[in-house]
Every structure is written in structure tokens, then in C-alpha cells.
């Protein structure tokens, strides 16, 4: 640990200078319309075990984040009931039978307060941990998270969740438009497309890490440990 509290994490594309006291840990949408079998994400055609691999390594760096006492935030993709929130582009987009707001096994489809909108339990949220109730792909889009953040003092993030490609994605680009330093752990982020995993990592650590930085959970907290 360097003097000023930092700690290195090997990272591409090079190290990430990790302050735990401004670092927080956001889940993207850890829920079980995306990764329970018979939810939203299942009944589109996708196999949900790309992104179940992801709920290990989720659950054992939650653990470490809460053991340390640092700064944890959960989000979830999903709509008030009366769908005003809703983009109409957003509800027909895939030309689906069933899209969001329709009922299915585990309530309406990505709608708040349902079953199926809920996180997992094993990464369920505990008191004093932030929900960020969020309608778009980004955490940051029509949600209260930059205010939440500056009042907190945190100026890095690292991202986990899901979709690699889709809500980490858009998360970690409007973070870094923020000012935020994001890392992401390759081992705690899943797409459903192995191609879209790997390219949406990539796309974060290009050109000297022009969204951020992608690590792995096994270093990150070897690092802070
Ligand atoms: C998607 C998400 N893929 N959480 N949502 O629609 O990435």
C-alpha cells in the first residue's frame, strides 16, 4: 500500500492505482429476469449460463467489498408499472411474443416490484447499500447515482454485472464521461455472446484504456487484501 492509502491492481492496459476509501463496487443488474432460467432473458433464446458463470466470482468480491467496509451499489434495468417510463422504441424493439410489461412466470417483465425485476439472491442487497432503480442501459441515465456518488466522495468504480456488452457497457462509458476511473473484472461481467464478452473488453481497454481498465476479481482483491 502506497503512503496516500492507493493500492496497485495489475490491470490492462497498465496498472489501476485503487484508493479504497473513493472506490465503490456497482453491480449492474444482477437480476432474475437475466439470469434465472424461465426469465425475460431465457424466454428471448439466450442461454443464461453465460451469465450465471458470473454470479461466483460476483458473490466472493461482495463478500470482500462488505468484509472492508467499502462502498457497495446495485442497480437494476427496469420500468414503473405504468410503463410511463417506458420508451415506446424500447417496448416493440425485437418484435417479440412477449416484451416489457407483459406478464410471464416471474410477474411483468422488467417491471418494478416483480419477482422476475428483483436481484439474485445470492448478490442480494443489504441495508445501507444502494439500489439505483434505472430505465436506460446506463446507471446514470434519469437515476440519482452521480449525485449519490458525489456525496459519498467516490471517484472509481468497479463495474461487475451484466450485460458486458449492453448495461456495463453504457455504464462505464457514462462513468468515464464523468470523470470516474472504471475497472471491470473480466471474471464478475457476462453476455450472453462469448463474441460480444470478449469484444466488449476490449472496446473498455483500447487505446491506452479509453473507457477504463479490465483486471480480474482474484487480483483486485489480492491487491487491496
Ligand atoms: C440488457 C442489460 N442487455 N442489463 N440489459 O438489455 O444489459
Redesign the pocket.
Known sequence: MHSNGTVLVEAEPYTYELSPSQCALLI??M?RD?LEPGGF?ESLGNDVSQLRRTIEPNVRLLEFWRSKGMQVIHTR?GHRPDLADLPPAKKVRGKGTSTIGDPSPMGRILVRGEAGHDIIPELYPKDGEPIIDKPG?GAFWATDLHAILQHKGIKQLVVT????????N?TVREANDRGYDCLVPEDCVGS?FPEFQEMGLKMIKAQGGIFGWVSHSDKIISSIS
Open positions: 449492474i443488474d437480476q437475466f432473458g434495468e442501459k454485472g451484466v450485460t458486458t456488452e449492453v448495461c456495463v453504457t450472453y
